[in-house]
């Protein structure tokens, strides 16, 4: 067995792991309302298509989740209510923080992350191209 391949086996593997915490992380925020859940699926598929065909193949087919994620992987679509639930799980994350003793450079740099990610959302498109 050679370098490279040894290296190929070990990405694989953590790659998988990594697949399996963000999996793990993105069913605590089904229970959570303000931990995100979609974000952690999405990640999660990005590990699987490098690691794992069989571990894909079970994320897009999830009867939950499983078209929100092919429309990511086809078009990085979010849909509407994925794009709702971020900001309004944000605004209660941050407000939590508002009230907490987080330094302000903390509050700053959360408000300065969440307003990111809100842009980069909204600037997705909400449904997949219209088939001609």
């Known amino acids: 067995m050679n370098i490279k391949s040894v290296f190929i086996c070990y990405k694989n593997l953590w790659l998988k792991a990594l697949g399996l915490m963000l999996v793990a992380l993105g069913i605590i925020g089904i229970v959570l309302p303000v931990m995100p859940t979609t974000i952690f699926f999405i990640l999660a598929l990005t590990c699987f298509t490098r690691s794992s065909p069989a571990l894909e193949h079970w994320l897009l087919n999830h009867p939950r989740y499983g078209v929100t994620l092919k429309q990511w992987q086809a078009h990085k679509v979010v849909p509407v209510k994925a794009k709702c639930y971020a900001a309004i799980g944000m605004l209660i994350g941050?407000?939590?923080?508002?009230?907490?003793?987080?330094?302000?450079?903390?509050?700053?740099?959360?408000?300065?992350?969440?307003?990111?990610?809100?842009?980069?959302?909204?600037?997705?498109?909400?449904?997949?191209?219209?088939?001609?």
């Open 94 to 132: 941050f407000v939590f923080l508002l009230y907490s003793s987080a330094p302000v450079w903390v509050i700053y740099l959360v408000a300065a992350i969440e307003i990111s990610v809100m842009i980069y959302l909204i600037l997705r498109p909400s449904h997949p191209p219209k088939s001609n």
